[in-house]
């Protein structure tokens, strides 16, 4: 059974930084694009940013672009969010998700970020 | 980027009627890269469709998702109690990939 569990979001100041963690299982993870996807308070999905499989090529959306990065670390079936200079409007849950090619096939729980002083 | 608009906002039906959700793109979408997700509350989106037409693996044949270029539509044949949820397109085509602003099915 594929399984992806984010961790390490939380509470942080505007202009502060966080990095969130998600650890794939059930799956060959290397074989698989991952992606970031984000839901804010009653709002549809935005999809972040994803990375291939070999983390030779990362896309992004413009409203992260430069001020977050998406790794990957396939020994460890990890894939990582670094989020610097946050603002309110990044307040969300984020998920990672994995796919064949860029459709998310499976998704995690999620977890919560909250941009506030 | 391309922008997805879905309609209706909300579809108000009763379990066994037929749902027919719709989702137009402001660009072509290449080799029909088109998919829809379903989201319960508290919950992760889940993949029903991919490429426009294909089942991801465990979804019942009631679902069924078709269109091409522009317009896609996914029809759910007859409703069942757990269908009523918040349906998402997603083209993932093109980066950045773009999602559509959902349809609510919701008990009539």
């Known amino acids: 059974e594929v399984q992806l569990v984010e961790s390490g979001g939380g509470l942080v100041q505007p202009g502060g930084s966080l990095r969130l963690s998600c650890v794939g299982s059930?799956?060959?993870?290397?074989?698989?694009?991952m992606t970031w996807v984000r839901q804010a308070p009653g709002k549809g999905p935005e999809w972040l940013a994803n990375?291939?499989?070999?983390?030779?090529?990362?896309n992004y959306v413009d409203s992260v672009r430069g001020r977050f990065t998406i790794t990957r670390d396939n020994a460890k079936n990890s894939v990582f969010l670094q989020m610097n200079s946050v603002r309110a409007e990044d307040t969300a849950v984020y998920y990672c998700?994995?796919?064949?090619?860029?459709?998310?096939?499976?998704w995690g729980q999620g977890t919560l970020v909250t941009v506030s002083s | 980027e391309i922008v997805l608009t879905q309609s209706p906002g909300t579809l108000s039906l009763s379990p066994g009627e037929r749902a027919t959700l719709s989702c137009r793109a402001s660009?072509?979408?290449?080799?029909?890269?088109l998919a829809w997700y379903q989201q319960k509350p508290g919950q992760a989106p889940r993949l029903l469709i991919d490429?426009?037409?294909r089942r991801a693996t465990g979804i019942p044949d009631r679902f069924s998702g078709s269109g091409s270029g522009t317009d896609f539509t996914l029809t759910i044949s007859r409703l069942e109690p757990e269908d009523f949820a918040v349906y998402y397109c997603q083209q993932c085509a093109t980066s950045p990939l773009t999602f559509g602003g959902g349809t609510k099915v919701e008990i009539k």
């Open positions: 059930g799956f060959t993870f290397s074989s698989y694009w």
């Open positions: 990375i291939k499989q070999d983390g030779s090529e990362e």
């Open positions: 998700a994995s796919g064949r090619y860029w459709t998310s096939d499976s």
């Open positions: 490429d426009a037409s």
């Open positions: 660009q072509i979408i290449s080799n029909n890269y």
